[in-house]
């Protein structure tokens, strides 16, 4: 006879059959969405102008897709400026992820202007809360696979295939992440791959249990896509294998499901799963530093975009200031702060998530 239901698994069945319920109740039609990402990636014309430009800057990878940046068009220059107030201050409480999404927004800008004729020069300005000036000088056209790769690009939450990364693959994902002064760590062997994977545990622990992770990350979360639409920023669902749910809905079953155990196995099965992990780790602490290391990932990730690639944010593990010193010491990088952990390897597509408009992000 089986054993009867705890009231937590009584009320999480519960929930999930009026989820199904409420699911299949609705028509849960796509398809405006779909027609926004479709808008938001579509070719950058060979005429492009600043404008064209900042769209294809904000199509890089960014904290919680917080977005976390304005641009500024000048003459001869774009400038980006870190947006305060789509900060994270329980998972990020130093902007350290904040500057790295600028600089992931300024590697896309410089690659996009040099594909269209413009230097692209980047300079980071510490000495004004952290500005980025892009120069839009007239050189020749340079078109790279990497600019091809932008449009496309996406951080993969999910299930990889387990397949090693073909030795060619690594050797240009090597080289793209070891750019702009910051070293690339890849770590393949399976022993240190379940060490930092028990850091990544420990660290999403720790977060599950604080009250203000919890509701900054509910307050991010984006249940269906007429949500998503409404914002066009935060985490949509769909994007990380999440079934879409009604607003009303969403948050209730977050409250239910959203427990300790069962994120930490699943990030025990997508790190296991992952041909690799990197750790990139800038020459600085600090803001030009983290700018750096951002500007280093983008480029790594458009080249694995390029070869076919996926890959993710496993952060956890520098997220939490005890473990980034264990992570450090397990790397052996003495003083230096391990700045940003991703794995990668074969996965599938999921739903890409969307961008605010550039007349929202320009100021």
């Known amino acids: 006879m089986a054993a009867p239901l705890t009231r937590r698994e009584f009320a999480t069945a519960s929930l999930a059959g009026l989820a ?27 005429d492009a102008k600043s404008l064209e430009l900042v769209r294809y800057a904000t199509l890089a990878a960014n904290g919680h897709n917080t977005q ?32 790295a999404s600028l600089g992931c927004a300024a590697e896309n800008l410089s690659i996009a202007a040099r594909a269209r004729g413009m230097s ?18 007239a050189v020749p056209a340079k078109e790279t696979d990497l600019f091809k790769a932008i449009p496309s690009r996406q ?15 690594m050797q240009r994902l090597m080289a793209a992440a070891s750019s702009h002064a910051v070293e690339a760590v890849f ?24 009250p203000a992770f919890i509701a900054e990350l509910k307050h991010w979360i984006r249940f269906n896509p007429d949500a998503a639409l409404a ?16 607003s009303w809905l969403g948050p209730i079953m977050f409250d239910v499901l959203f427990r300790k155990q069962p994120e930490n196995d699943k990030y025990a099965e997508q790190v296991r799963s992952s041909a690799g992990i990197v750790v990139f780790v ?47 010491a397990l790397l052996g990088l003495g003083s230096r702060r391990p700045n940003l ?23």
Request: with cysteine.
């Open 20 to 46: 199904a319920v409420a699911v299949g109740g609705c028509a849960n039609d796509q398809t405006a969405y779909l027609e926004a990402v479709e808008e938001m990636t579509r070719p950058l014309p060979t």
């Open 68 to 99: 976390p940046w304005r641009f500024h068009i000048g003459d001869g220059s774009i400038g980006i400026l870190p947006d305060f107030e789509r900060r994270t201050p329980a998972v990020d409480p130093d902007d350290h992820h904040l500057f």
């Open 120 to 137: 692209g020069e980047v300079r980071f300005d510490a000495s004004q809360q952290g500005s980025v000036h892009v120069d839009l000088r």
């Open 155 to 169: 951080c993969s939450r999910a299930t990889y295939d387990g397949k090693p990364a073909p030795s060619e693959a």
């Open 187 to 210: 770590i393949s062997d399976r022993k240190q791959i379940e060490e930092v994977l028990s850091l990544v545990i420990e660290g999403n622990s720790r977060q599950i249990d604080d």
């Open 231 to 246: 914002t066009r920023d935060g985490l949509y669902s769909a994007s990380s294998g999440n079934p879409t749910l009604p």
């Open 282 to 328: 800038a020459e600085s602490n600090d803001k030009a530093g983290w700018f750096s290391a951002g500007r280093a990932y983008e480029r790594f990730a458009l080249q694995a975009t390029v070869d076919g690639l996926k890959n993710a944010f496993i952060n956890q593990a520098v997220e939490v200031p005890e473990l980034r010193r264990e992570l450090a």
């Open 341 to 363: 952990v991703v794995r990668f390897g074969h996965g599938p597509h999921m739903a890409k998530s969307l961008r605010r408009r550039v007349s929202d992000v320009t100021v």
